[in-house]
């Protein structure tokens, strides 16, 4: 198979004074060239940790991340450099990202000299190429980010992902601080660059809506798990978990073609527990209106229904 | 209108800065009803923040201006208020809550000992058993399991969900008339937000109370309003009943708004609106959105736009839907 990403079993525990965190546990799935991969769940449900420990931020505790094939489920420091060049990152707060003291120009040029890309007198050319990508203007080569607004600051944290010509992209809430008149714009490039690059998204959204409009095949996570998994149309016109369900049914929409979409509404209730203190049996039972007996005492695997078409729930058990 | 709660007439608020003025609110008209849930809709820095401050007596002044307006909440001026009237119109009028319940509380002190004091506060003083009772009910009514435990907590020993819900409590210890609701569920979960705005909607029907909701997402407004402002660099650019707003939105950054919001139908995202919200130290004349806008016309440059009225209650500030009489 030509998978660009595989990622098996992956778990990641973090100990902590008030005991042990289990942030992700048994995550599995696969990205291929050219494919956005989605990455739904509520905050604390583990999809920034999955990130991390693609990108070797953090070590994985259990579980392989194979990227082309090759296993690199080692920590940052130990990953060669020409695998750092294929993998790369956009955060969420690209206030927080983008060094304020240095310009756009010496952001763009780090990852290329880092990486020995191009030699001197080519850096300034490369430079203004991977502005055009983002649409930018050269003359902001010389501004420094507090002169720029919000959006044009995560152009810029795109530019400089793409700036070592990755193959994977990891996107992580890229327009969850923005308004949707910029999250548009921001949006719309991300995409045209994908197809112009056959790039590998892993994009990560709390954002259902916009998920349907970017994702090729989306996941949903609860307390560290997958709960469900499938290609974004099945996902959203025929979703099988009770908390798939419940998300979709809660989200504002803003027509009544988008309404008729929705599940039928679940009011939700309850809040999403600890992770210090998980549930026993399916992590997700407390809230779920279909609980029944096994699922407090079993926690359900995960069963592909349907091709490529993943549910962990005993509802629909063999 | 014989039932308006609240009339706000044309507030112009300015900020004032190292160099000059901020030229924030430059005209903001808008109307509550007895019993009605409002919207105010728009982007981050458009000034709907701003405005409810203002309304509810808390602009910081300085740096804030009151340039120009009138204030009437149940026919008396808020703007020329003492600040003991402001206090009382706090204390029985009106009550608001912020986006961060987080910082609206105070993590030094217990959810009892917070909720006590602005209840001894609305309704004078009180023997401890009775405020303590008030202060249980006022937990219970916010749906919030276990008052006796929560009421010895501390604001870090709640989720994010159950902070928002002691913040109502809060707010709404005493009767109020009009809750000024600011992004009450945006920095929670989609699920927790949809109890937050539910159990908001279920207290302003027992209460009988009026509601300004505010918010940055459209699906928000749809779902919980009956009337929207939609509010772009400081002015109202249009307002209209909810359902005729979504089936017809006819400003032209109205419309650019609704279709950058993603659809769940998944007909893909529209492509944006093209530069960015101005400075408010230097604002375009005439309307503030024609440098932005695609309709932009001459006048758009040199007049502001009054707002037109197209349709029963629907009225947007554009050229396109209607001249002043000068123009």
């Not at chain 1, 044009?152 to 992902?161: D, G, N, S």
């Not at chain 2, 706090?90 to 509380?105: C, H, K």
């Not at chain 2, 004349?285 to 006048?299: A, E, Q």
């Amino acid at each position: 198979m030509d998978e660009l990403l595989v990622v098996e079993g992956l778990r990641k525990f973090f100990a902590t004074s008030r005991g042990i965190v289990r942030a992700v546990q048994d995550v599995s799935f696969a990205i291929h060239p050219g494919e956005t991969f989605g990455l739904v769940g509520e905050s604390g449900s583990g999809k920034s940790t999955v990130a991390y420990m693609v990108m070797g931020m953090y070590r994985p505790t259990g579980g392989r991340i194979l990227f082309k094939g090759q296993d690199i489920t080692m920590p940052h420091a130990r990953r060669p450099l020409v695998l750092k060049k294929e993998l790369q990152i956009v955060f969420q707060d690209p206030g927080s990202s983008l060094n304020p003291r240095r310009s756009v120009r010496e952001i763009l040029e780090l990852p290329l000299r880092v990486h020995h890309l191009v030699d001197g007198r080519k850096l300034r050319e490369r430079v203004e190429e991977l502005l055009n990508i983002v649409e930018l203007p050269h003359d902001y080569a010389e501004k420094y980010p507090r002169a720029l607004g919000g959006g044009e600051k995560q152009m810029v944290a795109i530019a400089r992902a793409l700036a070592t010509e990755p193959s994977l992209l990891v996107l992580d809430e890229p327009t969850s601080a923005l308004d949707v008149s910029i999250q548009a714009k921001i949006i719309n490039t991300l995409v045209r660059i994908q197809k112009e690059r056959r790039l590998g998204y892993l994009f990560i959204t709390h954002d259902l809506s916009l998920m349907r409009n970017i994702a090729h095949r989306v996941a949903i996570m609860y307390l560290g798990r997958i709960m469900e998994l499938a290609p974004a149309q099945v996902f959203f016109e025929r979703p099988l978990h009770p908390y798939t369900q419940m998300l979709l049914s809660s989200i504002p929409v803003i027509s009544e073609e988008e309404e008729r979409l929705k599940p039928a509404k679940i009011v939700s209730t309850g809040e999403i527990p600890s992770p210090v203190n998980l549930p026993p049996g399916c992590v997700f039972h407390p809230r779920c209106r279909e609980a029944r007996e096994v699922c407090r005492r079993e926690e359900p695997g995960m069963r592909e229904v349907e091709v490529g078409h993943l549910v962990r729930c005993h509802l629909y058990g063999a | 209108m014989p039932d308006v709660l609240l009339d706000v007439q044309d507030l112009v608020v300015h900020f004032q800065v190292y160099g000059g003025y901020l030229k924030v609110l430059d005209g903001v008209t808008l109307q509550v009803r007895h019993q009605e849930r409002v919207g105010l809709v728009g982007e981050t820095g458009c000034g709907k923040t701003t405005t409810m401050k203002t309304i509810m007596g808390i602009l910081p002044k300085p740096p804030g201006v009151v340039r120009g307006g009138r204030i009437l909440f149940k026919g008396r001026d808020v703007l020329s208020m003492r600040p003991q009237e402001l206090e009382h119109l706090r204390r029985s009028g009106i009550s608001m809550i912020f986006q961060d319940p987080t910082a609206a509380l105070n993590p030094v002190f217990t959810v009892g000992e917070q909720l006590e004091d602005a209840i001894r506060y609305a309704l004078g003083k009180r023997d401890h058993a009775s405020v303590r009772e008030v202060a249980l009910s006022a937990l219970q009514n916010v749906a919030l399991p276990d008052p006796p435990r929560i009421l010895e907590s501390y604001p870090v020993q709640l989720s994010g969900g159950m902070r928002q819900r002691v913040c109502i409590a809060l707010a709404l210890a005493c009767p109020k008339e009009l809750l000024i609701a600011d992004e009450p569920g945006t920095s929670l979960d989609v699920t927790i937000q949809d109890q937050i705005l539910r159990l908001i909607h279920r207290l302003a029907e027992e209460r009988k109370m009026a509601v300004i909701l505010i918010s940055h997402s459209l699906g928000v407004i749809r779902e919980w309003t009956e009337r929207v402002y939609v509010m772009y660099a400081g002015t109202i650019v249009e307002e209209a009943r909810t359902g005729e707003l979504f089936a017809r939105p006819l400003h032209p950054y109205t419309e650019a708004l609704m279709r950058c919001v993603p659809k769940l139908t998944g007909t893909g995202i529209a492509e944006g609106i093209p530069g960015r919200i101005p400075d408010y130290f230097d604002p375009p004349s005439g309307c503030r959105f024609h440098p932005r806008c695609p309709h932009r016309m001459d006048i758009c440059r040199q007049r502001k736009p009054q707002l037109f009225p197209v349709d029963r209650g629907h009225r947007v500030a554009c050229f396109l839907f209607g001249r002043d009489s000068h123009g």
